[in-house]
Nanobody, 118 residues
Framework: QVQVVESGGGLVQAGGSLRVSCAAS????????MGWFRQAPGKEREFVAR????????HYADSVKGRFTISRDNAKNTVYLQMNSLKPDDTAVYYC???????????WGQGTQVTVSS
């Protein structure tokens, strides 16, 4: 089993920045990557960004490219999402998930709320 815990959400004004963190524990060696997702009120959960543990390869949703940066600290089994130039549309609960060797995001955190005021 892998446990995932997000932290760092909060309230920020439009144009501001925020960094959220995701700490993984347990059998992290069984995972190949970590992903960030978000779910806004009344909307489906959507992919935000992904990073692999080994090579640090990254992938972003078009809506956040150039504004968000995902990074990882392998020694701490922690992944970060730096969010800049935030917009009210970025308001959502942000979830972190661990991807297993089969490509499934099998382990999810409880989420952290990010609210961007206009």
């Amino acid at each position: 089993q892998v446990q995932v815990v997000e932290s760092g959400g909060g309230l920020v004004q439009a144009g501001g920045s925020l960094r959220v963190s995701c700490a993984a524990s347990g059998r992290t060696g069984s995972t190949i990557a970590m992903g960030w997702f978000r779910q806004a009120p009344g909307k489906e959960r959507e992919f935000v960004a992904r990073i692999t543990w080994s090579a640090g390869s990254t992938h972003y949703a078009d809506s956040v490219k150039g504004r968000f940066t995902i990074s990882r600290d392998n020694a701490k089994n922690t992944v970060y999402l730096q969010m800049n130039s935030l917009k009210p549309d970025d308001t959502a609960v942000y979830y972190c998930a661990a991807q297993d060797v089969y490509g499934q995001y099998q382990y999810w955190g409880q989420g952290t709320q990010v609210t961007v005021s206009s």
